[in-house]
């Protein structure tokens, strides 16, 4: 039997209807940007496997810097210990997070870090003596499937069965550059209704959304709002940060610094999960008391895990690598040309792109999961390029280090699918 074949014996996959898609491709191998599968088909690795690796698959330095920490310390207690890697890698993201952090927490993947921020902002007013349990997100948003993360998430097609147990949440839509005065109406009211706890966002790019694009003046306008109502602003950059946007964070390109920052997926490239709430001198000066019930008891057994710490030093050592920041540039600049050339084409409706990140919406009906999604997925596959489209959406983000002609390859087969739509 091969390995498609034995995967359906004891296997579940998320996200898949098992009874309408009983398959999955096994992939043996990933080098830079290629997966290769059982037959030894191959594939450029269009979207970095989820926006994670984001210096190629395997990378030979990061791999030996993970290596080298593995025969040191493998693995340690967080709550009573400390240690090199993660100190190390607390003052590495100190120097290239937005102004105003200042501490680091660590957990295991994008999720718990915004279940671990939604926490925080619940506790810090708490200890403030100041109750607030209500959140402010965007319509459409996503940040994640753990239960507080799936109730800041507007994309509640798929949370039916959990509704009545989430937190409380009120919607502003994103700013577009001509509703951020409707939108700043909609929080005062909010704001005067309710005790607002925190917003969370998703800066400038909403991904799991169809890398829709939003307006920066706008979105620093509501944080501003948010700022002098002492709301905190929790950016969940799981998916903007370590370069996507052409800056280290999306939070970059915005005047108004959030409060709490949730990161993963890139944070560690592609080879180990970690994930971690990072927040200003501020918060974390709202848990130090004598009283040990106002700390945060918060903890996932493999926090800061020295091995994922390691990667993470070593990922953050290329992301500020030359080479590096010249491949985000290439990149951007061969979106924007892309952009231009495909941007009249009749079947397509709109393009957008920011840094590595490029999206494209096609002129049909938008549907999640549709028929249309399943025929380009194969498509693309058929033509040895792994693109997941959303709905009627198609997006890139490919990993920095891959080669103009990957590159070009991967807007060459889009430019086929768009005659099969
Ligand atoms: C992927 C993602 C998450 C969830 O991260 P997981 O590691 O899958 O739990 C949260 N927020 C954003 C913006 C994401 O892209």
């Not at 690795?45 to 989820?50: H, L, N, R, V, Y």
């Not at 989430?166 to 951020?180: A, C, Y």
């Not at 709002?225 to 602003?233: A, D, E, M, P, R």
């Not at 231009?340 to 084409?345: G, R, V």
Request: proline share 4%; net charge negative; hydrophobic share 40%.
């Amino acid at each position: 039997m091969n390995l498609k074949q034995r995967d359906k014996k004891h296997l579940w996959h998320p996200l898949k209807q098992h009874q309408l898609h009983p398959e999955s491709l096994a992939i043996v191998k990933a080098k830079g940007c290629i997966l290769t599968d059982e037959n030894g088909n191959e594939y450029i690795d269009a979207i970095s496997s989820w926006y994670t690796s984001m210096y190629g698959h395997c990378n030979d330095y990061i791999i030996e810097q993970t290596y080298k920490q593995m025969q040191q310390l493998d693995q340690i207690m967080f709550s009573d210990f400390t240690h090199e890697p993660a100190i190390k890698l607390s003052e590495d993201l100190i120097k290239i997070l937005p102004k105003g952090q200042n501490k680091i927490f660590f957990n295991d993947n994008g999720s718990t870090a915004v279940e671990a921020a939604i926490k925080m902002a619940l506790q810090f007013h708490f200890n403030n003596n100041d109750s607030r349990s209500v959140f402010i997100a965007f319509e459409n948003g996503f940040h994640g499937d753990t239960f507080g993360a799936m109730s800041v998430s507007g994309l509640s097609v798929y949370n039916g069965p959990f509704e009545e147990f989430l937190i409380d949440v009120k919607r502003i839509p994103t700013p577009n550059g001509s509703n951020t005065e409707q939108i700043l109406d909609l929080l005062k009211t909010f704001n005067t209704k309710h005790s607002i706890a925190g917003f969370i966002y998703e800066p400038l790019v909403q991904g799991a959304a169809g890398m829709k694009i939003h307006d920066a003046k706008g979105l620093n306008d509501i944080l501003s709002f948010c700022k002098q109502h002492q709301i905190l602003t929790i950016a969940d950059e799981v998916m903007t940060g370590f370069g996507k946007t052409g800056q280290h964070f999306a939070s970059h390109h915005i005047e108004t610094k959030p409060d709490i920052i949730c990161l993963s997926k890139a944070l560690t490239a592609g080879l180990i999960p970690m994930a971690i709430t990072s927040c200003t001198q501020n918060i974390y000066d709202a848990f130090l008391s004598n009283d040990m019930a106002k700390g945060f008891f918060h903890c996932h057994t493999y926090s800061a895990n020295p091995i994922a710490c390691a990667t993470a030093i070593a990922g953050i050592e290329l992301l500020l690598s030359s080479e590096i920041q010249q491949n985000i540039k290439r990149i951007s600049k061969a979106h924007q040309d892309f952009s231009h050339h495909i941007n009249n084409h009749p079947k397509v409706k709109a393009t957008r792109h920011l840094g590595v990140i490029f999206a494209l919406d096609l002129n049909t009906k938008m549907e999640r999961y549709g028929d249309l999604r399943e025929k380009l997925l194969k498509f693309f596959m058929d033509r040895g390029v792994f693109l997941r489209p959303l709905g009627n959406t198609i997006y890139i983000q490919v990993p920095y280090i891959i080669s103009p002609g990957e590159l070009n390859k991967v807007y060459q087969v889009i430019e086929e699918a768009l005659e099969i739509v």
